[in-house]
T-cell receptor, first 106, second 121 residues
Framework: DIQMTQSPSTLSASVGDRVTITCRAS??????LAWYQQKPGKAPNLLIYKASSLKRGVPSRISGSGSGTEFTLTISSLQPDDFATYYC????????FGQGTKLEIK | EVQLVESGGGLVQPGRSLRLSCVASGFTFDEYAMHWVRQAPGKGLERVSTVSWNSAGIDYADSVKGRFTISRDNAKNSLYLQMNSLRAEDTALYYCVKDAFGSGQSYFDYWGQGTPVTVSS
């Protein structure tokens, strides 16, 4: 099974900050990686697929990059709506999720 | 508009069974793989099971293999999860999730709101 490890587990930041979340796979997954945002009491919402393709309607301040085993999610200028928990997901072999990164207000 | 509506969750004693259902609308159900994903209270996401568009491809997490059975009825636009020999660690919110493609090895583009399962005596 492919293990996904996110870092950090918690990230404290302010509105306007640039933040980066990292996701590492235990083996190469090419670019078969997605990112999801989850707010309290809500289902996860797809943000990015194929490592860097933005889902329609997702703001362009959010971007993804990487290939192989190392990936990043970047938010260029944090907005109040961005404070949430973020998960990466590999779908190279069925699928598995990272443990999540909680982005909280500093 | 894609809608996924789960039902069947509830409180059940350890060792007993429960059957979850999900009714889909707003897309051509028989063209897409479907998944069950769960989230224990305060924890992360765990894919539980996957079924391809034609039920030829089925997969389970090791944690539920041999106890849970996924199935679908394309004529009824419905997805099911039969859960047997339930354990306390199966307590979670169970989401019905649509795959972006038919095989089941892609990203998840739509999620239901979930149905809660609590396993406790």
């Amino acid at each position: 099974d492919i293990q996904m490890t996110q870092s950090p587990s918690t990230l404290s930041a302010s509105v306007g900050d640039r933040v980066t979340i990292t996701c590492r796979a235990s083996q190469s997954i090419s670019t078969w990686l997605a990112w999801y945002q989850q707010k309290p009491g809500k289902a996860p919402n797809l943000l990015i697929y194929k490592a860097s393709s933005l889902k329609r309607g997702v703001p362009s301040r959010i971007s993804g990059s990487g290939s192989g085993t190392e990936f990043t999610l970047t938010i260029s200028s944090l907005q109040p709506d961005d404070f949430a928990t973020y998960y990466c997901q590999q779908y190279n072999t069925y699928s598995s999720f990272g443990q999540g990164t909680k982005l909280e207000i500093k | 508009e894609v809608q996924l509506v789960e039902s069947g969750g509830g409180l059940v004693q350890p060792g007993r069974s429960l059957r979850l259902s999900c009714v889909a609308s707003g897309f051509t159900f028989d063209e897409y793989a479907m998944h069950w994903v769960r989230q224990a209270p305060g924890k992360g996401l765990e894919r539980v099971s996957t079924v391809s568009w034609n039920s030829a491809g089925i997969d389970y997490a090791d944690s539920v293999k041999g106890r849970f059975t996924i199935s679908r009825d394309n004529a009824k636009n419905s997805l099911y999860l039969q859960m047997n020999s339930l354990r306390a660690e199966d307590t979670a919110l169970y989401y019905c999730v649509k795959d972006a493609f038919g095989s089941g090895q892609s990203y998840f583009d739509y999620w239901g709101q979930g149905t809660p399962v609590t396993v406790s005596s």
